[in-house]
Nanobody
Framework: QVRLVESGGGLVQPGGSLTLSCAAV????????MSWYRQPPGKERELVAI???????DYADAVKGRFTISRDNAKNTAVLQMASLEPEDTAVYYC??????????????WGQGTQVTVSS
């Protein structure tokens, strides 16, 4: 089966920057969309950014102009660049990917999450 592995989380001061990475590994034929979600403490998981295989990207209003998603189709990776971070950005960030596998299954896969904490 396919696994998504996130990295890059940590502690950053308000106004700082942080970059998250996601790598998809396994029996992958093609990855359609790749996206980042986040779940703040006590809140529901929400979409942060999404990018199609062809490159079209969309963002949540709260992060527009501050976050940038990118992906490398050949490496099956996605990156979320975060700038001008605010305490409200504190959350567990999850990678998500819509993947068609060699077993002819197509569905969303989730990473285990990486903690981002924005604090002085």
């Amino acid at each position: 089966q396919v696994r998504l592995v996130e990295s890059g989380g940590g502690l950053v001061q308000p106004g700082g920057s942080l970059t998250l990475s996601c790598a998809a590994v396994g029996d992958i034929i093609v990855i359609h969309s790749m996206s980042w979600y986040r779940q703040p403490p006590g809140k529901e998981r929400e979409l942060v950014a999404i990018q199609t295989r062809s490159g079209t990207a969309d963002y949540a209003d709260a992060v527009k102009g501050r976050f940038t998603i990118s992906r490398d189709n050949a490496k099956n990776t996605a990156v979320l660049q975060m700038a001008s971070l605010e305490p409200e950005d504190t959350a567990v960030y999850y990678c998500n990917a819509d993947i068609y596998t060699t077993s002819m299954d197509q569905r969303d896969y989730w990473g285990q999450g990486t903690q981002v904490t924005v604090s002085s």
